[in-house]
């Protein structure tokens, strides 16, 4: 052997061992994969064991979109691998760095090409480019790479067309894991291509693919003719290595846990614009909405999950926040809907007037503050004009796991439900709210929300009268504040921060002044402390901080009514303290 | 109803219960205490079973024992469409014959070595595991050919039969016995249809599978 295999494209799989919904089963240098086709035809080709308790995910289910591991139910997204949902934590998002280990996955000649850190491109077969290449049946062989190959190189078959004659074979070409051979007779000549899959030290694959695919009414003889020959040829190749020592199996190096998720990682402070996207395609979804697939300029995007949203930094300089709409396993791309608000302070304008397909955006990675429980049993998503962004990706998540939603879509007209083509193919659980007036509006919540029983959750998302009339016809229905899950555009009250308090850092140890006109989030910046944040208004929950002591003076619209008298968390963007000191866990 | 002497780990009772289940007939399962309590070696089961083994049925007074037997009586007298048990159809019947005695061998091999790796039971492992693997190549490579030709079960009907009852749970069980699946992936896809088959039931370390 030469080249180092590690380096090396081998295939891991035919074209017919990844058919959609399932999960081939691969072994590649020693080291198991899991292999499962998309929906969208990605192929992934991953480390076979789920991050959590090491269980293969060969025998997890491909649900088209997602892999789910059998053993806790963990659902790991199509292309980045990255954990989308925990059921043994219904209410939390899972962090964005609990992710499989993914291999690169190219098909060619009808095989999935794939290896540990493959230099370059798969191999290219000048005989292979020609015309059709037709793929036969693998064999396993219990015999290392480099027996199997020398027993390749004396391999006889006949050429399509003569199966019956005895042929005249010449080798084409050998190399360390592949052997070409063309084979003549009574006119005819077909060549053949042999890629050997090293499995392990004494185990392999033959991937065997004919240049030229023989007529229908011919393919099943041709490959019955080829999987004879290669069965004979097993048992000789077999019959040797068992003659032989049999070498020791190879110890794959699996993946260790990374460092940063060994470590507590540093807080990233500010608003951060990890990404660059390339504006891919723009359209009008509905009456003033913007449509914007955001697609990565190289490698994959960050995992999110339903109900996340992304930092948009836009040209102008300002920064805004929206939900990907995207359904589960759509991870080529971001999807946002953009309505243009008429007394719009520069960012949806910016986003409907200047941004233009083939632009490049700064974008934050995905943050979700407004996970999706999958443990209801009735789930009510309420949208309110735009405000169905977050809640589409849900309806669309649940509709995939098949779990039972209703999604209500409050709009003025059906002209104005962004994204009507996927809410039409979310079917009869879907109602359209068409054209209600403020009071008929808040009758049909009444009637929606009437009757709560245990084990329900409702989501709601729209312009904030509609979130306050929801969380108070729910009250008053008997929905406890856990179970209604809301988020607001924007905060739209009045921010008193005339009063001056201490905070305290406990973990820090540093004591600081908060004057007026001043938020707690710049007062912990300006003195080094790193802290995340997004919309800086009150309504996200990025910059969430756990209060030890102290009484908050909560002026956001994040927290529900439950969290602000409970008063351990505060957030620092716009709230302050009613108690002279403020001790908080930083 | 239908009395199954049943055990909840015993891949041969779980056939009658897939078969049942499928052909949407009510039983009743009579659990034996198979392990640790070898009630089924004991005197009172025999009177039942003088073979001493499970499963058997009784069927209001009938008594059937063999589990592929069983199979044959519930698919010929509740499976009204006779293609679970194809009778009127000469070369099928053939076929499922010969495949049911074929999952006689899968049992004696790849069920055999997963009940040395869980019950103890005293028989050679390796062998069982070697045979397994001897079968699952045959069955592998004519499931492969199958697929080719668009048919998805083990016999050659557009339906499945009691021969893929028979051969799934050896099948979807081998990897409890040391007897890795990842060499089949013909044989793996062919566990996914089966598990997606209308009234497909589960046991312990059987998964249901995505939908199709």
Request: aromatic fraction near 8%; glycine fraction near 8%; charged fraction near 20%.
């Amino acid at each position: 052997m030469t080249a180092d295999p590690f380096t090396m494209w081998h295939p891991v799989a035919s074209e017919h061992d990844v058919p959609y919904r399932h999960v081939h089963h691969a072994q590649l240098l020693g080291l198991e994969l899991a292999v499962w086709r998309a929906d969208d035809d990605f192929v992934n080709v991953w480390e076979n064991r789920c991050l959590h308790r090491g269980v293969r995910l060969s025998i997890g289910s491909n649900d088209g979109t997602e892999l789910r591991c059998q053993y806790h139910g963990w659902r790991y997204a199509n292309r980045s691998a990255g954990c989308t949902y925990i059921p043994a934590h219904p209410a939390d998002a899972p962090a964005r760095t609990i992710c499989n280990r993914t291999f690169p996955s190219v098909e060619r000649y009808g095989l999935v090409w794939s290896g540990e850190e493959p230099v370059g491109d798969p191999p290219t077969i000048d005989a292979l480019e020609a015309g059709a290449p037709f793929g036969l049946r693998n064999l396993p062989v219990n015999a290392s790479v480099e027996l199997t190959v020398r027993h390749l190189e004396a391999h006889r078959f006949s050429p399509n067309g003569q199966l019956d004659e005895e042929p005249e074979m010449s080798v084409d070409r050998v190399e360390d894991y592949s052997v070409a051979l063309t084979a003549r007779a009574g006119g005819s000549q077909s060549t053949a291509v042999f890629f050997v899959q090293p499995v392990d030290s004494a185990r392999c694959m033959v991937r065997g693919v004919l240049s030229e695919t023989p007529p229908a009414g011919e393919q099943l003889a041709v490959w019955r003719h080829h999987a004879t020959g290669l069965n004979q040829l097993r048992v000789a190749i077999e019959a040797e290595a068992a003659s032989q020592p049999a070498p020791e199996p190879m110890v794959p190096v699996l993946q260790q846990v990374p460092v940063h998720l060994a470590e507590i990682p540093d807080a990233p402070s500010g608003r951060q614009a990890a990404l660059r996207v390339l504006v891919h395609r723009k359209w009008e979804t509905a009456d003033g909405v913007a449509a914007f697939e955001l697609a990565p300029l190289e490698g994959v995007l960050p995992t999110f999950q339903p109900g996340a949203h992304i930092d948009v930094h836009l040209p102008n300089g300002l920064v805004r926040q929206y939900s990907i709409t995207n359904g589960p396993g759509e991870t080529s791309y971001y999807r946002l809907g953009v309505k243009l608000e008429p007394e719009s302070t520069g960012g949806s304008s910016c986003l409907h007037e200047t941004v233009r397909e083939g632009d490049v955006l700064a974008i934050s990675e995905p943050r979700n503050n407004f996970p999706l429980r999958r443990d209801s049993n009735r789930t009510i998503l309420l949208a309110g004009g735009i405000g169905i962004t977050p809640l589409l990706a849900m309806a669309q998540s649940l509709d995939r796991m098949r779990l039972g939603f209703e999604l209500h879509c409050f709009a003025q007209s059906a002209e104005h439900i962004a994204f009507a083509d996927v809410v039409e193919g979310l079917g009869p659980s879907v109602v359209r709210h068409l054209g209600l007036s403020p009071s008929e509006t808040v009758s049909e919540i009444q009637r929606l929300v009437a009757g709560y029983e245990n084990y329900s959750n409702l989501y709601v998302c729209g312009p904030g009268p509609m979130l306050e009339a929801v969380r108070r016809e729910a009250a008053a229905a008997g929905w406890p504040d856990e179970a209604v899950h809301f988020e607001y555009f924007k905060n739209t009250t009045e921010i008193d921060d005339s009063s001056t308090f201490e905070v305290a850092l406990a973990r820090s140890a540093l004591t600081v002044t908060v004057p007026p006109g001043a938020t707690i989030l710049e007062v912990l910046r300006e003195h080094g402390v790193a802290m995340p944040s997004s919309c800086e208004q009150g309504a996200c929950g990025t910059c969430v901080a756990t209060v030890l002591d102290g009484e908050p003076h909560h002026q956001d619209v994040y927290l529900n009514d439950s969290e602000h008298r409970a008063g351990d968390r505060i957030m620092t963007c716009v709230s302050r303290s009613v108690s002279d000191r403020l001790v908080l866990d930083l | 109803m239908i009395k199954l002497y049943d055990y909840v780990l015993s891949v041969n009772c779980y056939k009658q219960r897939l078969m049942m289940s499928i052909l949407d007939v009510p039983y009743e399962s009579v659990p034996v205490d198979f392990f640790p309590g070898w009630e089924h070696k004991g005197a009172e089961f025999r009177k039942i079973n003088p073979l001493g083994h499970i499963p058997v049925i009784d069927d209001d007074g009938y008594i059937l024992w063999d589990a592929h037997a069983i199979l044959v009586y519930l698919a010929s007298r509740y499976d009204p469409s006779g293609r679970w048990y194809p009778a009127g159809d000469p070369e099928l019947l053939g076929e499922t014959a010969s495949w049911m005695l074929f999952a006689e061998g899968t049992t004696n091999t790849a069920s055999a070595a997963r009940l040395c790796v869980n019950l103890d039971y005293d028989f050679d492992l390796e062998a069982c595991q070697a045979g397994a693997h001897r079968l699952f190549r045959v069955l592998d490579e004519h499931l492969w050919f199958h697929e080719r030709r668009g048919l998805d079960w083990v016999c050659s009907g557009d339906h499945p039969t009691i021969a893929d009852i028979a051969l799934f749970p050896d099948v979807i069980l081998s990897e409890e016995g040391g007897i890795s699946r990842m060499d089949y992936p013909a044989l793996r896809r062919w566990t996914d249809r089966v598990r997606r088959i209308d009234g497909f039931e589960v046991m312990p370390g059987i998964f249901p599978a995505s939908p199709g």
